[in-house]
């Protein structure tokens, strides 16, 4: 949101400067935690309370992940510069501001940004704009990146059809409803480099089809570079249908050749029209950032 954190994720109790004008120096941002959810993989956890000071006006910007923000005193002007931000007032009421648009927002009320969404803010007050803050970000990303950068990263987008070569499941439960084990895919994308060779280690804990899943990809390119990924997801079957639908995130663990040491977020999409151990219909997209 418009807190012009363009700095570092592990700096605490700082002064950004950020923003023109004299003041710049005195807009602070104090660090309250920090962590690597494990249901996030790829991704840090940060809560921070930023103080904006009067005469402020803090450069555009977007963030790398999903940030929620509330203003706990002072009133900041807000700038949607495009995309759509989610606001929640004071009396409970919610509204989804599309930009361009300017927007106030009062001690007590909230907003969720993702990452589409540009944006700016100032403090045309007298009194300081305080905001609390958590966001969850590409662990390497800045707090901010300003409109004009790209970000952090190559993307990389891969789809292939995943092929379940072992499983090892059981079924429990009344009526045998609930199924958990692991599950072995394997599959062939296609690159701007040529073939990737995908191997997927699955655990699952499902109810009547659906439920949560992790696991690790492998990802194996045609100049012999491996990429390992974590996944964290759900599957949803359909009860008319019996088709099945997975959606997970993506973490970067290390990777070997080019993708040594590399970092990076991502999504897993797929579908399956069959029962559990059958083929798969996926889609990899993630952003991948070389060894610094």
Known sequence: MG????LGPAAADTSATTAAGSNAGAITRSELGEAQPI?????????????IPPGEKLVEHFHQGTQVARVIEG???????????????????TESVTGPRTIRLKPGE????????????????????????AALLATGAPLATPVGTNATGTALKLTGD?????TRLTTVGPDSTSTYGWNRLTGTATDTSGPVAIEMLGNVAY???????????????SDGSMLGVQMQGAATKAPDTGATTFAATLGVLNGTGKYLNATGTGTFTGSRSAALGQAVDAAFDFTVQPAK
């Open 75 to 93: 009133v900041l002007t807000y700038d949607v510069i495009s995309g759509t931000a989610r606001v929640t007032r004071r009396d409970g009421s």
């Open 207 to 221: 109810t009547n089809g659906s439920g949560p899943f992790s696991g690790t990809i492998t990802f194996t390119f």
């Open 39 to 51: 249901n996030a993989p790829g991704q840090s956890l940060y809560l921070q309370r930023v103080t």
């Open 3 to 6: 807190v012009g954190l363009a």
């Open 110 to 133: 909230s907003l969720v940004e993702v990452q589409s969404l540009a944006h700016a803010g100032s403090n045309a007050g007298k009194r300081p704009v305080v905001i609390e803050l």
């Open 162 to 166: 995943l092929v379940s070569q072992e």
